[in-house]
């Protein structure tokens, strides 16, 4: 019956979990205590929320907002953080906690046939490590996390003509948070089969391929019942919607959502979500904000780096990777490493220098027990191994299966493939939410290279290659299935194309009009 003073004591609880926080240096143990967290931060959000009721006063919808953010993808955020302030003996540190960490795991896989006495010899050498590794930070201030400035925040949106629908997904109330001309509008709905099942059943339209082609009626259904429910932005004056997932929704292609009811079983005539909006995600609204200072040196020629392993005459061949990589090459410079020179060791000792990393090969969302892994010629490689990649890149393209899923934690998301390379600092990013096509997948990523090429930046790239494909004559309907060109979302900043190509447009609109002047100048002589 006090809600104040219940905030109050929450405020205190979350400021000693920092505490906590900061002495803890296993990755997963960080995401355990940030689970205990949500928990709290549900509670605060529903006080928040029924305060504002009974006031009306902004300034509560504010500060539900501002601890919803404080709950996303957290551990991400501290590495990144702070990856660039450790030392170089810090950094070694981690490293070689990481590889030993990767070791035991790969051990353990091998069940019976595992080393027992190589396992305890890693996890003596991980203890000795972290030791160290805490006598390095001993020094380190802890920092308590700061509040997102929403008045920067709410100008970057107005810049880019966007909306930001921010969700939490919590365990009785999924809360949506809409930022749009200032103003940040609340709202809710509760998770169960009484109101929240639409969101699984749409999602669960994606598991197979022909789950949508065998029922197009009730895939429609579904998939306007979940926009419904997931109170999006109508159509309007802004052309780009940014969505921060969370929970269930880190598996849901927003795109294919249904916005306006048909009896139409012609996938390409049907009303979505990407007809309305070029869509963007992202692990937070922070993320959006920081993404032009967190920015690294951009590098001024597009230039890609491409791993095909292809895999050919054996069980895993990719039969249209070539067609993939060819249309590629017929866009852009680069290095292309294809069937035994795809390996991982080429693909470490080239990816600094390339703006674009293109990957099209395998890979697995793995279980409770296996980690999440992408394939390389030679080998497969855990999504944990790719966290001390040493890249600056612009953009990384994953054309492979599943690698946006992972083993899944409400507070930070999927462990995945993606999450690998966003740990080693990429911030553009395009990848799967489930099993991909081998020939769709080829196809759609000719239509995004092009548009690329064209001048289009990588969020703008990804939307016109969905319309491209479904606007291509030569795709049968079966195949323009949302299943097959919705799989594909871009992590990352959206900012248009770049100023270099908006240059070259001016350059001869001005040479147009010299000389339509000289020509008028004569004509007056």
């Known amino acids: 019956n006090q809600p104040q003073k219940a905030l109050e004591s929450y405020s205190l609880s979350f400021h000693i979990e920092e505490l906590f926080q900061s002495l803890i240096l296993y990755e997963n143990s960080k995401i355990i205590t940030q689970i205990?967290?949500?928990?709290?931060?549900?509670k605060c959000i529903a006080i928040y929320q029924s305060l504002f009721e009974k006031e009306g006063k902004s300034i509560y919808i504010e500060k539900a907002f501002q601890l919803a953010e404080k709950s996303k993808s957290v551990v991400l955020k501290e590495h990144l953080k702070r990856y660039q302030k450790r030392s170089g003996n810090e950094k070694l540190i981690l490293e070689q906690l990481q590889n030993c960490n990767t070791f035991i795991i790969k051990e353990q896989q091998k069940r019976e046939q595992a080393n027992i006495t190589k396992i305890n010899e890693a996890i003596k050498k991980q203890n000795q490590l972290m030791l160290l590794l805490k006598r390095t930070q001993n020094n380190a201030k802890i920092q308590s996390s700061q509040t997102i400035n929403s008045k920067d925040l709410f100008a970057k949106l107005e810049k880019e003509n966007a909306i930001l629908v921010e969700y939490f997904w919590g365990t009785n109330t999924v809360y949506s948070f809409t930022l749009q001309k200032n103003q940040i509008v609340l709202k809710s709905f509760c998770t169960g089969q009484m109101c929240g099942e639409a969101v699984p059943r749409f999602i669960g339209h994606f598991i197979k391929a022909n789950s949508i082609t065998d029922n197009i009626d009730l895939f429609k259904k579904t998939a306007f019942s979940a926009y419904k429910l997931l109170q999006l932005p109508p159509e309007s004056r802004y052309q780009n919607l940014i969505i921060v997932p969370d929970g269930l929704l880190n598996f849901l292609p927003f795109e294919a959502l249904i916005t306006i009811p048909s009896t139409t079983t012609n996938f390409a005539k049907m009303h979505y979500l990407l007809n309305d909006y070029s869509i963007a995600y992202n692990n937070s609204a922070s993320f959006y904000l920081a993404f032009d200072k967190l920015k690294l040196t951009k590098k001024s020629n597009k230039s890609v780096l491409g791993v095909f392993p292809v895999f050919e005459k054996t069980n895993y061949e990719l039969t249209f990777s070539k067609a993939e990589m060819?249309?590629?090459?017929?866009n852009f410079d680069g290095t292309f490493f294809g069937n035994a020179t795809a390996t991982f060791d080429n693909f470490k000792r080239n990816a600094p220098n390339y703006s674009i990393l293109h990957l099209s090969t395998h890979a697995s969302a793995g279980d409770i027990e296996t980690p999440a892994s992408i394939k390389f010629y030679e080998q497969e490689i855990l999504y944990s191994e790719l966290y001390n990649l040493n890249i600056n890149p612009d953009l990384v393209v994953l054309s492979a299966c599943e690698t946006g899923i992972g083993k899944f934690y409400k507070s930070e998301g999927a462990m995945s493939i993606a999450r690998g390379f966003q740990f080693a600092g990429a911030q553009n990013l395009?990848?799967?939410?489930?099993?991909?096509?081998?020939?769709?997948?080829?196809?759609?990523?000719?239509?995004f290279y092009k548009n690329i090429k064209s001048g289009k930046s990588y969020f703008e790239a990804n939307a016109n290659a969905k319309l491209d494909f479904l606007n291509d004559k030569t795709i049968s309907n079966t195949k323009k299935s949302p299943y097959y060109w919705s799989a594909f979302v871009y992590y990352g900043g959206i900012e248009t194309?770049?100023?270099?190509?908006?240059?070259?447009?001016?350059?001869?609109?001005l040479l147009v009009l010299i000389g339509l002047f000289l020509v008028f100048k004569r004509y007056l002589k």
């Open 430 to 447: 395009l990848f799967s939410l489930w099993k991909v096509n081998d020939y769709t997948t080829s196809v759609f990523m000719n239509y």
């Open 326 to 330: 060819q249309s590629i090459k017929n």
């Open 497 to 509: 194309a770049e100023s270099g190509t908006n240059y070259y447009f001016y350059i001869i609109g």
């Open 36 to 42: 205990r967290n949500r928990k709290r931060i549900e």
